[in-house]
């Protein structure tokens, strides 16, 4: 049985006066208060989320263009970026080796598939351009040296080809996944990209065009989305 414990006022009277326990079983309205102030917070946070993934969707949706869309599109009309590397087989590459010659500048890995696919292409109309004054350039990135060697020697390539060791050359022509070429005039200018797998029909079209030197017809740019690695 509860104790109660006894006050004695100063005119003499007791007054009883509730024990702890009693107390404590009765809920304290400050408690009430602070409840309703962590609820009053989680609703804040629960609709600023809301709200941000909300934006985050629209943003989404109004920017559908695929990562393919966005490699290298930053370098039409504008001067191509130097290369300079160390050559596959020994030596290296300067601008000095390419100035005044058109010149198709291929950014390739050998764990791209669409790499492989577009290879025995590039080699063949490499030599067939060639003969035209075309220059064409291999630019291998974020790859094993050893696995890269085995890839030129399976698909015969004798165009230069070259490590990016750095990666400063990708990030020069703002490459963001391959296969991506890059089609540059005798002035240094870049007139053409293409992203993704290249069909033979456009390839040669646009090599045509570079090498009569006239102002490209059509689009500038191209891309194929199911034929395209992003970067690792």
């Known amino acids: 049985m509860p104790t109660e414990d006894i006050d004695i006022r100063q005119d003499g009277a007791a007054e009883e006066r ?10 304290a309205t400050g408690g009430r208060r602070r409840i309703g102030a962590s609820r009053i917070a989680a609703i804040v946070l629960a609709v600023v989320g809301i709200g941000a ?5 629209a943003f989404g949706l109004a920017n559908r ?7 290298g599109a930053t370098r039409i009309d504008k001067p191509a970026p130097a290369i300079n590397m160390p050559l596959y087989g020994g030596g290296a590459l300067s601008p000095a080796d390419y100035a005044d010659t058109p010149v198709v500048v291929n950014f390739w890995a050998s764990w791209c598939g669409p790499c492989r696919q577009e290879a025995p292409i590039f080699e063949r109309l490499s030599r067939e351009y060639g003969e035209r004054g075309v220059q064409f350039i291999g630019v291998n990135i974020q790859d094993a040296e050893a696995d890269a ?10 165009y230069p080809n070259g490590r990016d060791d750095s990666g400063s050359i990708s990030i020069d022509y703002g490459v963001i ?17 293409w992203a993704g797998v290249m069909r033979e029909t456009q ?9 009569l030197g006239t102002a490209p017809t059509g689009d500038t ?12």
């Open 65 to 71: 263009s695929p990562v393919t869309g966005r490699s």
């Open 221 to 232: 740019q191209g891309e194929n989305p199911e034929g395209y690695e992003p970067l690792r």
């Open 149 to 158: 060697e085995a890839y030129l020697r399976e698909y015969d390539i004798t």
């Open 177 to 193: 996944g391959i296969p991506v070429t890059f089609f540059i005039g005798r002035d240094g200018i870049v007139q053409r990209r």
């Open 53 to 57: 993934l909300t934006a985050l969707l």
């Open 18 to 27: 509730p024990d702890s326990a009693a107390s404590a079983a009765q809920p």
């Open 203 to 211: 390839l040669r079209q646009w090599i045509d065009e570079l090498v």
